[in-house]
């Protein structure tokens, strides 16, 4: 099985900062990695597909980068609304993981 | 509008079985792959199963394989999870997900989720 280790596990920034978030997978996973945003009692949105595409309607200080096996998320100039958990998930073929998520706060 | 409804959630003894459902509107329901991931209280997300368009290819995590069945009715526009010998680890929000149709492997579309409690 594919294994993803996301970090930090938890962030704390300012407005207006640019704020970067990693993943790692254990084994080449090409491009085929997705980045969601879950606030606290909603379910997870998807933000970026296939490591740099951004979704339709996702602001665009949201992005992603990477292939192979490291990957990055990176939020420029963070909003107050952008306070959630962050999750990367790699699909290999029908089967799928997930980071172990990071929380972000606003100083 | 695309809407995931899930149902079927509630407060199960340990050893239990349940039937989640979820109802699906807003899209060609018959062209796109779907999902079931689960979300324990408080902490991450984790995937539990995979079922094509035409139920051709099922998947399951390997923590709930031979309890749980995957199973849909395109007619219906419904996705359901068969849940037996529920454990206190199966104790979660679950969520039904989909694809579309240019990204079969995306999980695009979420539900609200339904609460599974596991106690006795």
């Known amino acids: 099985d594919i294994q993803m280790t996301q970090s930090p596990s938890s962030l704390s920034a300012s407005v207006g900062d640019t704020v970067t978030i990693t993943c790692q997978a254990s084994q080449d996973i090409n491009n085929y990695l997705n980045w969601y945003q879950q606030k606290r009692g909603k379910a997870p949105k998807l933000l970026i597909y296939d490591a740099s595409n951004l979704e339709t309607g996702v602001p665009s200080r949201f992005s992603g980068s990477g292939s192979g096996t490291d990957f990055t998320f990176t939020i420029s100039s963070l909003q107050p609304e952008d306070i959630a958990t962050y999750y990367c998930q790699q699909y290999d073929n029908g089967r799928y993981t997930f980071g172990q998520g990071t929380k972000l706060e606003i100083k | 509008e695309v809407q995931l409804v899930e149902s079927g959630g509630g407060l199960v003894k340990p050893g239990g079985s349940l039937r989640l459902s979820c109802a699906a509107s807003g899209f060609t329901f018959s062209n796109c792959n779907m999902n079931w991931v689960r979300q324990a209280p408080g902490k991450g997300l984790e995937w539990v199963s995979f079922i094509d368009n035409s139920s051709t290819t099922i998947y399951y995590a390997d923590s709930v394989k031979g309890r749980f069945t995957i199973s849909r009715d395109n007619a219906k526009n419904s996705l359901y999870l068969h849940i037996n010998g529920l454990r206190g680890e199966d104790t979660a929000v679950y969520y039904c997900?989909?694809?579309?149709?240019?990204?079969?492997?995306?999980?695009?579309?979420w539900g609200q989720g339904t609460l599974v409690t596991v106690s006795s």
């Open positions: 997900t989909s694809s579309i149709p240019i990204r079969p492997l995306s999980q695009h579309y």
